[in-house]
């Protein structure tokens, strides 16, 4: 393990204020009269961003997936990503909650879903009884911007800081469906250091949780492994410069810490004595990957 890994391995990431083990108490609590749970994922992090408590206090509810902010995503995974969840028996649908993208069908697919025990509803008489949706998700995922445009309102609280959404409520999205919206949730302790580091690439976990030249070193690390071609063409890099570099006869870590100080000075980021602003460097980094100018990207 090098040492900007250790940092991140010795780092607390344990993070759960206590608003939402009082939020997760309510959403059990609220679920009883729930008909579907519409579960909202980052279709850049669908596990990493998937809670596990989720999967526990909804069993036995029917539910769908929305990968949503697919168009930050690259499309091949995006649609291996459906796949796997039609294997695992959930049905699945991708979305884009800025464009509007995929919503309509999302609704479509609720309705499916939940066809036949509406009908068993109306054959017992409970004619016009509307599907009872809630929507569930961890912080920062997009949710407010998903009930938006599904509802085709603006009033839902949206806001980029984790856990903006506070309040329980129901919203009306067609004559057929009506949404319990709930704020975002975490888990108590993340499964692992790269769980931690997926959700502070993303912006789901405020970065000063994490330091912030750390995460960037492990966005760059990953990219350069995966999806080199979107570094060298947003910093203007060379292959035989990224080749030449990490071919170093030096720790890796110093290495890819180099290729970052190199975009920084790309970016203007320069201080006294020609030195680089490390810590501005990393902002651009993770904000320009945040906002999609590094391209289409899925992390897992």
């Known amino acids: 393990m090098n040492k900007k890994e250790e940092t991140i391995s010795k780092t607390n990431i344990n993070w759960y204020p206590g608003h939402m083990a009082k939020t997760r108490r309510q959403i059990e609590a609220d679920l009883k009269m729930i008909d579907i749970v519409i579960e909202l994922l980052d279709a850049r992090i669908p596990k990493a961003s998937q809670n596990p408590d989720i999967a526990r206090i909804t069993a036995g ?8 902010k697919c168009d930050l995503a690259d499309e091949k995974k995006n ?9 695992q028996g959930i049905p699945a649908v991708l979305t884009d909650s800025n464009s509007g993208k995929g919503i309509e069908n999302c609704i479509k697919e609720i309705e499916k879903i939940m066809e036949e025990q509406m009908q068993k509803q109306a054959e017992k008489g409970r004619i016009g009884r509307k ?5 569930l998700g961890i912080p ?17 609280g949206v806001g980029n800081k984790p856990g903006v959404t506070k309040q329980k409520q129901w919203i009306r999205i067609n004559d057929k469906i009506e949404l319990l919206d709930t704020p975002g949730v975490l888990w108590p302790k ?46 203007g ?17 110093i290495n890819i810490y180099e290729i970052m100080l190199k975009i920084g000075r790309k970016r203007g980021c320069i201080i006294s004595g020609g030195n ?21 990207i899925t992390l897992e």
């Open 79 to 87: 649609n291996q990503w459906i796949n796997y969840f039609k294997k």
């Open 140 to 156: 920062n995922v997009g949710k407010s911007s998903f009930i938006n445009r599904i509802s085709k309102r603006t009033t839902a």
């Open 276 to 296: 680089i602003d490390e810590e501005k460097t990393s902002r651009i980094i993770l904000d320009e990957f945040k906002n999609g100018k590094l391209g289409k």
């Open 61 to 68: 509810k029917k539910k769908i997936v929305v990968l949503n």
């Open 237 to 253: 890099l060379t292959e035989n410069y990224i080749k030449e570099t990490l071919n170093q006869e030096q720790a890796e870590n």
């Open 131 to 135: 599907i009872r949706a809630m929507i």
């Open 190 to 235: 993340f499964e692992s250091e790269d769980v931690a580091l997926k959700l502070a690439f993303t912006g789901t976990i405020k970065e000063d949780i994490l330091q912030r030249t750390e995460i960037a070193y492990q966005l760059v690390k990953f990219l350069l492994e995966n999806y080199q071609e979107k570094l060298i063409e947003r910093y």
